[in-house]
Each structure stands twice: as structure tokens, then as C-alpha cells.
């Protein structure tokens, strides 16, 4: 146990009543429309961080099956009738792998349980989540549009055309798999674009199993392609390839600024996802009891493993130690426990050595002079990788506590005298993800929400997401956005047409002098 711990009146661990059943998962890469294994013959295990059981094996991928994949969707985008399909012929294949993910939702879902740690409860709602950002695509395969000038003389009329922009590699993280596959995938497919993705070696079976839908969705060979395997030798690629057009990236802002570097350097155009360190920032007239449950909700849903988690709060001085004693009673409660038991609000930790990464934050929060007030180490006696809900105050805004993404359940509290106060902190780091503000005071509430440099703000709310509304974030959080009408536009180039109606009279050099 960590020197840093206190559990006392922490809720006991929740058992599952049976062991997981599962039939193991064994996965090939996805090329050309077809199941391959590796060049090399390499495979990767996957067991369940809460369990212990083998869940998948996958295909280790070396630098040559990329290029495989690479050259199938060039192949595909140049020679192939995806990207001139009409956009409702799209829309249906779009459609139809929504109605494919939603008749396989419990399969996905104890896959994405078992591969994350996350609760079975939790998987299930992300995975039939995901349906409605493939309807939402689909919309967007229909009406997304271009531009028209008829105000540039009579004989001139400009047309400014959206065009795919080519093959796509995408890379996606372990913390929502499916979910942010579905953020990119049938966004870039609407567009029109082919497209390799790399999932998580931690978590790539349900990339994989979606791919038996999209082939039977009518997709054509070559337009999707999975590679699986470790970063380095299969993402790396997808940044460097002079077939690549576009790398759109989810995942740690260390390999993410490294990966926009080699891809920025071939002058791809490159879409970034990356860490946060997110507050809360909460005023003394606000509703607490929907407060402090937004505040657990925040910090503990997803183990903590969340982009968005709101890892920090940002509490008014008047109401700090209300506060604090107010989320510990409530930390104690959150429900931590077996992934398949119905009751488990939270699961595993995704890996050992995740847990180790998070207990390191801990304790250098504790040597820094942060106190834990609950939480803080292992949950003794289990064989999983269980995490107490972990509450540090005495955080002050130069600590590494406050600053750096712990991707862990651990909320940082720390104090401020005023509205301008508290947005220098909540500006006072790296990232700009998303933010928070808790007042029943509009006036406040704008101030703050102005203020923040963040790509989402709720207001009296948090964790919300709707398909309609762009996610991304500022600073070191990423580049661009994901979602919105805008999503599809992303993986577009513009093309403008001038076209000139009518003779054409005027002449640079005269024919007659
Ligand atoms: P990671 O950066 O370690 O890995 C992400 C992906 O990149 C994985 O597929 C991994 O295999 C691949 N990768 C790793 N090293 C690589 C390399 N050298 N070359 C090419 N590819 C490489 O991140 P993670 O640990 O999987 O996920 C956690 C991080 O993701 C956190 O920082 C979190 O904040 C971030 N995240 C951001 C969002 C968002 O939308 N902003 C969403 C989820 C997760």
C-alpha cells in the first residue's frame, strides 16, 4: 500500500458473483477487405486488467503490413467507386453499419469491458452511443456542401467545391475505444475518404469486430483497413507515408505533438485529440448536491481515464473545506468494483503499469505538500488492478497535481478568491480541453465561460456531449475539432472553380494594335 493512502470508510470492493465467460477474441489485420495475419507471424495478448483472463489476441503488425494497408486505400481512393458515390449511396452504407453495430452491442461491449476494465453497464451505453454518431454521419454524407458566388460580375460564377481529402490514417487510444473510432471513422467515410485505422494494443477488439460490419454494411475492399500492434512500428507510418493525406489523432499530447511533427513535416493535414487537465470551477450560490454528484461523476467515471476528465476543482475559499468534506463522504461511496457487476460505477485500471503512472502522480503530489484525504493507493487483497477514488487538497496552482494530466481517479482541490482568480488558474496549465463552472449567477457563469481557454465549457452540467456540437480543444489539448456540422468538412479539401460565362471579349495583348 502507498504511504500516501487513507481508506478508511471507503466502500468494500463489489465482487462479481462468477468468473467472465468469454470465447476468446483471436484478430488478423483487416486488408483490402480481408483478414490477413502479420508478415511476421507476431501476436499480441490481451487480458482483462480486472480479471486476469486472456480476452483477445490480435496480429502485431510490422512496417510493411501497414504499407499494405496504406497502398490498399490509395488504391481504393484513386481507382475505387467510394469517394464518387452519391452521398445518400453513403449515407445508406452509413446507416446500415448503425443498425449492424446496434444488433451486436452486447458481443462489442463485454469486449470493450473486459479488454478497458470499464463497467459492462458503462461499455454497453458507450457502444450503443456510438450508433447514433454513425446516424449523425450518415446526415452529414447528405448535406454536406460546398459553396456558390453569383455576386462576382455577370460573366463569372464561383463554385467552391468540398472534395475527400485522400486516405486517412487514424490512431485511436484505449479509453473509449469504440466511441472515439466512431468520432472519426464515419466522418472521413461520409467525406468520402479511405482510410487505415490503428487502434490501441491495448484494446483493439472491437475495431476489429466492427470491420465484419462495415464489410457486410457494403463497404468496398480497400476503403477501411485495421492494422494492429504497438505504436512505434505501425503508427509511425501513417504520419510518415507520402500516400497518407491526413493523420486525425486521439491520444496522449506526448506522442500526439511527435506524430504532428513527422506528418506536418510531409505536409499532411493533421486533426489532434489530446490530454486535459479540466476544472471545475465552483461558486458558493450554486446547487450543491448537483455540484458535488458532478464533481464525483467527473473525476471518477472512466476510472479518471478520460480526456475530459475534471480533474481539478476550483472551489471558492469561503465554501473550500464544505467542499472538501462534502466529496470525500461522497468519494467513499462511489461503487468501484468488479467490471461485470451490475452495481460497478467504476472498474479496473487499464494496465499495471497505468496504475503505477497514476500512484507516481500521488505521491508526488504528496511530496509537493498535498494531503490525501481519502484514497490514494490500491484497494489491498485484490487481484485486479482497483484504484481507491482518491481526493488530494492543499493543491496549490504550481504543484504537478494541479498541472499534469493524472489520467487517474484522482480529483485535485484548490482554492480561489474570485471569478478573475479563478480563470487565471483554470488557465494556468497546458491544456484547454474543457471546463466547468458551477453558479446560479448568469452573469458569472458567461464571465468564466468566457474566460476559460477551453474547447467545451458546461455550465451547471458536465460530461455532456451531443453529436451536433464540435469537440476539440485549445493550447496543447489538440488541433481542430471533432463533431458538429463541421466534422465531415474536416476531411475535405476546398476546391474553388471559376467559371467564366459567355464569350470572353477582353484580351491582355490586343490583336490589333
Ligand atoms: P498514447 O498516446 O499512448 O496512444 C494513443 C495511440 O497512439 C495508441 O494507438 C498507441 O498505440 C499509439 N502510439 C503510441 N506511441 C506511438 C508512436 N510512437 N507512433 C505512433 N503511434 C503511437 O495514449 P493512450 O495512453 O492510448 O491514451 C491516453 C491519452 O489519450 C491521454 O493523454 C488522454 O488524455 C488522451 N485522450 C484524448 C482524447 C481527446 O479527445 N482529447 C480522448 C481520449 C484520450
Same mark, same amino acid.
Given at each position: 500500500?502507498?504511504?500516501?493512502? %487513507?481508506? /478508511?470508510?471507503?466502500?468494500?470492493?463489489?465482487?462479481?458473483?462468477?468468473?467472465?465467460?468469454?470465447?476468446?477474441?483471436?484478430?488478423?489485420?483487416?486488408?483490402?477487405?480481408?483478414?490477413?495475419?502479420?508478415?511476421?507471424?507476431?501476436?499480441?495478448?490481451?487480458?482483462?486488467?480486472?480479471?486476469?483472463?486472456?480476452?483477445?489476441?490480435?496480429?502485431?503488425?510490422?512496417?510493411?503490413?501497414?504499407?499494405?494497408?496504406?497502398?490498399?486505400a490509395h488504391?481504393a481512393f484513386r481507382k475505387g467507386p467510394w469517394p464518387k458515390l452519391k452521398g445518400a449511396e453513403r449515407a445508406r452504407v452509413l446507416l446500415? %453499419?448503425a443498425?449492424?453495430?446496434?444488433?451486436?452491442?452486447?458481443?462489442?461491449?463485454?469486449?470493450?469491458?473486459?479488454?478497458?476494465?470499464?463497467?459492462?453497464?458503462?461499455?454497453?451505453?458507450?457502444?450503443?452511443? #456510438?450508433?447514433d454518431l454513425w446516424q449523425y454521419a450518415a446526415s452529414l454524407a447528405r448535406t454536406t456542401s460546398g459553396d456558390t458566388y453569383d455576386t462576382l460580375g455577370e460573366d463569372m460564377l464561383g463554385l467552391v467545391l468540398r472534395q475527400p481529402v485522400g486516405v486517412v490514417?487514424l490512431?485511436?487510444?484505449?479509453?473509449?475505444?469504440?466511441?472515439?473510432?466512431?468520432q472519426k471513422l464515419p466522418f472521413a467515410l461520409a467525406a468520402g475518404c479511405t482510410c487505415?485505422?490503428?487502434?490501441?494494443?491495448?484494446?483493439?477488439?472491437?475495431?476489429?469486430?466492427?470491420?465484419?460490419?462495415?464489410?457486410?454494411?457494403?463497404v468496398p475492399?480497400?476503403v477501411?483497413?485495421?492494422?494492429?500492434?504497438?505504436?512505434?512500428?505501425?503508427?509511425?507510418?501513417?504520419?510518415?507515408?507520402?500516400?497518407v493525406d491526413m493523420l486525425s489523432?486521439?491520444?496522449?499530447?506526448?506522442?500526439?505533438? =511527435?506524430?504532428?511533427?513527422?506528418a506536418s513535416?510531409?505536409l499532411k493535414k493533421v486533426s489532434l485529440?489530446?490530454?486535459?487537465?479540466?476544472?471545475?470551477?465552483?461558486?458558493?450560490? #450554486?446547487?450543491?448536491?448537483?455540484?458535488?454528484?458532478?464533481?464525483?461523476?467527473?473525476?471518477?467515471?472512466?476510472?479518471?481515464? #478520460?480526456?475530459?476528465?475534471?480533474?481539478?476543482?476550483?472551489?471558492?475559499?469561503?465554501?473550500?473545506?464544505?467542499?472538501?468534506?462534502?466529496?470525500?463522504?461522497?468519494?467513499?461511496?462511489?461503487?468501484?468494483?468488479?467490471?461485470?457487476?451490475?452495481?460497478?460505477?467504476?472498474?479496473?485500471?487499464?494496465?499495471?503499469?497505468?496504475?503505477?503512472?497514476?500512484?507516481?502522480?500521488?505521491?508526488?503530489?504528496?511530496?509537493?505538500?498535498?494531503?490525501?484525504?481519502?484514497?490514494?493507493?490500491?484497494?489491498?487483497?485484490?487481484?485486479?488492478?482497483?484504484?481507491?477514488? /482518491?481526493?488530494?487538497?492543499?493543491?496549490?496552482?504550481? =504543484?504537478?497535481?494541479?498541472?499534469?494530466? %493524472?489520467?487517474?481517479?484522482?480529483?485535485?482541490?484548490?482554492?480561489?478568491?474570485?471569478?478573475?482568480?479563478? %480563470?487565471?488558474?483554470?488557465?494556468?496549465?497546458?491544456?484547454?480541453?474543457?471546463?466547468?463552472?458551477?453558479?446560479?449567477?448568469?452573469?458569472? #457563469?458567461?464571465?468564466?465561460?468566457r474566460?476559460?481557454?477551453?474547447g467545451t465549457?458546461?455550465?451547471?452540467?458536465?460530461?455532456?456531449?451531443y453529436p451536433e456540437l464540435p469537440f476539440g480543444?485549445f493550447?496543447?489539448?489538440g488541433v481542430g475539432r471533432e463533431l458538429g456540422k463541421q466534422a465531415v468538412e474536416d476531411y475535405t479539401e476546398t476546391k474553388t472553380i471559376q467559371l467564366h460565362i459567355g464569350e470572353r471579349n477582353s484580351r491582355w495583348v490586343p490583336l490589333k494594335q
Amino acid at each position: 500500500m502507498s504511504t500516501a493512502s %487513507i481508506n /478508511t470508510g471507503l466502500r468494500p470492493l463489489l465482487v462479481a458473483s462468477s468468473a467472465p465467460r468469454i470465447d476468446v477474441y483471436h484478430g488478423q489485420l483487416f486488408i483490402e477487405g480481408e483478414w490477413r495475419a502479420a508478415s511476421s507471424g507476431g501476436r499480441i495478448e490481451r487480458r482483462s486488467p480486472a480479471h486476469g483472463t486472456l480476452v483477445s489476441t490480435y496480429a502485431a503488425a510490422a512496417p510493411e503490413d501497414v504499407h499494405a494497408a496504406i497502398d490498399a486505400a490509395h488504391h481504393a481512393f484513386r481507382k475505387g467507386p467510394w469517394p464518387k458515390l452519391k452521398g445518400a449511396e453513403r449515407a445508406r452504407v452509413l446507416l446500415a %453499419i448503425a443498425e449492424g453495430i446496434r444488433e451486436n452491442v452486447d458481443r462489442l461491449a463485454l469486449v470493450e469491458s473486459l479488454e478497458s476494465g470499464k463497467p459492462l453497464t458503462q461499455a454497453r451505453a458507450e457502444v450503443s452511443g #456510438c450508433i447514433d454518431l454513425w446516424q449523425y454521419a450518415a446526415s452529414l454524407a447528405r448535406t454536406t456542401s460546398g459553396d456558390t458566388y453569383d455576386t462576382l460580375g455577370e460573366d463569372m460564377l464561383g463554385l467552391v467545391l468540398r472534395q475527400p481529402v485522400g486516405v486517412v490514417g487514424l490512431i485511436t487510444p484505449w479509453n473509449f475505444p469504440l466511441w472515439i473510432l466512431s468520432q472519426k471513422l464515419p466522418f472521413a467515410l461520409a467525406a468520402g475518404c479511405t482510410c487505415i485505422v490503428k487502434p490501441s494494443e491495448l484494446t483493439s477488439g472491437t475495431t476489429l469486430m466492427l470491420m465484419d460490419i462495415v464489410k457486410a454494411a457494403g463497404v468496398p475492399a480497400g476503403v477501411v483497413n485495421v492494422v494492429t500492434g504497438l505504436g512505434a512500428p505501425v503508427g509511425q507510418p501513417l504520419a510518415e507515408s507520402p500516400l497518407v493525406d491526413m493523420l486525425s489523432f486521439t491520444g496522449s499530447t506526448r506522442v500526439g505533438s =511527435m506524430l504532428a511533427g513527422l506528418a506536418s513535416s510531409k505536409l499532411k493535414k493533421v486533426s489532434l485529440e489530446l490530454g486535459g487537465k479540466n476544472p471545475q470551477i465552483v461558486f458558493p450560490d #450554486c446547487d450543491w448536491d448537483a455540484m458535488i454528484d458532478a464533481v464525483v461523476f467527473g473525476v471518477y467515471f472512466n476510472a479518471g481515464e #478520460c480526456c475530459n476528465s475534471g480533474s481539478r476543482v476550483l472551489v471558492h475559499e469561503s465554501i473550500a473545506e464544505r467542499f472538501a468534506d462534502a466529496v470525500v463522504e461522497r468519494a467513499k461511496a462511489v461503487p468501484v468494483g468488479d467490471p461485470l457487476h451490475p452495481d460497478a460505477k467504476v472498474g479496473a485500471i487499464v494496465s499495471e503499469q497505468q496504475m503505477r503512472d497514476i500512484l507516481a502522480h500521488i505521491e508526488h503530489g504528496v511530496a509537493a505538500g498535498a494531503q490525501v484525504r481519502v484514497g490514494g493507493a490500491r484497494y489491498e487483497g485484490a487481484s485486479g488492478t482497483y484504484l481507491q477514488p /482518491t481526493v488530494l487538497t492543499g493543491v496549490t496552482p504550481e =504543484m504537478s497535481a494541479a498541472r499534469d494530466e %493524472i489520467f487517474g481517479p484522482v480529483l485535485s482541490v484548490i482554492p480561489f478568491r474570485d471569478a478573475q482568480h479563478a %480563470i487565471e488558474i483554470a488557465n494556468d496549465t497546458a491544456y484547454g480541453l474543457s471546463a466547468a463552472v458551477w453558479s446560479r449567477d448568469i452573469d458569472t #457563469c458567461l464571465k468564466v465561460a468566457r474566460g476559460v481557454d477551453a474547447g467545451t465549457i458546461w455550465v451547471n452540467t458536465f460530461l455532456d456531449g451531443y453529436p451536433e456540437l464540435p469537440f476539440g480543444g485549445f493550447k496543447a489539448s489538440g488541433v481542430g475539432r471533432e463533431l458538429g456540422k463541421q466534422a465531415v468538412e474536416d476531411y475535405t479539401e476546398t476546391k474553388t472553380i471559376q467559371l467564366h460565362i459567355g464569350e470572353r471579349n477582353s484580351r491582355w495583348v490586343p490583336l490589333k494594335q
